[in-house]
C-alpha cells in the first residue's frame, strides 16, 4: 500500500477527492493537508503569489516527507506554478491535479474554454495549456470564462446557486470553443450537466488526475520490484 498526501486550498473538495480516490486507486492511502488561508492571501496580493504562500506550500510538501508519502497531489489548480518551484526541494514526485486534463484537452482540440470560479485559477491554468500545446507541438486559443460568486455559493451551502451561476458562465463561453475544461476539482458536480446542455465535451481534473496518480504508483510499484 501506498501513501498519497494531498493539498487542499478548499474544504469542498476534500470528501469529493476522498471518495473519488477510493474508486479509482484502491488499495492505497490518502491523506489529507489543508489550508484555506492560501488563495485568500493570494488574492490580496494582488492576484500574485506571495513568498509567504510558496514557503507554506513547501512546509506541506516537507510534511508529506516526513509522513511517509509516496507522492504528493495537489489539488488547487492556483498553485500550479508553485509545484514546478517546489518539485526540487521536495524528493518524492508532486503531480498537478490539472495536468492530465490539459493535455487531453490540447489533445483533442485547438479552442478550449477554461471555466474557473476564482480569478485566481485562470492564469496557471492558461500558462499550463500555452505550455502543454508547445511540448505537443500545437496552437491553441483559450478562451476563459469566471463564474463569479460560484464559490462562496457552495462553500456557503447554496449548491444550487452555485451550479445555476457555472451553467450561466459555460453557456457564455460554449459558442467559443471546441472543449471546456473546468479548472477547479470543485467544479466536478456540473461535468455532465455542462455537456449536456452545451453540448460540448467537457473535463475535469479530478478524475484525469486521479488516474494519472494511479499510474504514477504502479509505475514506482513496478520499478521497486525490478532486481
Given amino acids: 500500500m501506498k501513501t498519497v498526501a494531498a493539498i487542499y486550498t478548499a474544504f469542498t473538495i476534500i ?40 514557503r507554506r506550500f513547501l512546509a506541506y510538501c516537507r510534511a508529506a516527507e516526513d509522513m511517509g508519502a509516496d507522492l504528493i497531489l495537489s489539488t488547487c489548480s492556483s498553485m500550479g506554478d508553485i509545484v514546478g518551484q517546489t518539485q526540487p526541494f521536495i524528493k518524492i514526485p508532486i503531480l498537478r491535479i490539472d495536468e492530465p486534463m490539459a493535455r487531453q484537452a490540447v489533445g483533442m482540440a485547438t479552442s478550449i474554454a477554461v471555466l474557473a470560479t476564482v480569478d485566481t485559477t485562470l492564469e496557471p491554468t492558461r500558462r499550463l495549456l500555452s505550455s502543454v500545446a508547445e511540448q505537443m507541438g500545437k496552437q491553441v486559443t ?36 471546441e472543449v471546456i475544461i473546468l479548472a477547479q476539482a470543485s467544479m466536478i458536480r456540473m461535468q455532465e450537466t455542462i455537456a ?12 484525469s488526475g486521479l488516474l494519472a496518480v494511479k499510474t504514477a504508483l504502479a509505475s514506482a510499484a513496478v520499478q521497486q520490484a525490478i532486481p
Fill in 196 to 207: 449536456k446542455v452545451t453540448g460540448k465535451p467537457v473535463l475535469s481534473s479530478a478524475r
Fill in 142 to 177: 483559450i478562451v476563459e470564462g469566471v463564474a463569479k460568486g460560484a464559490l462562496q455559493a457552495l462553500i456557503g451551502g447554496q449548491s444550487e446557486m452555485h451550479d445555476e451561476i457555472l451553467l450561466k458562465a459555460a453557456l457564455s463561453v460554449a459558442e467559443k470553443a
Fill in 15 to 54: 470528501e469529493p477527492t476522498k471518495a473519488l480516490f477510493a474508486e479509482l486507486v484502491p488499495g492505497h492511502r490518502l491523506v489529507s493537508i489543508f489550508d484555506d488561508s492560501l488563495i485568500p492571501d493570494v488574492v490580496a496580493a494582488g492576484n500574485k503569489m506571495t513568498d509567504d504562500v510558496r
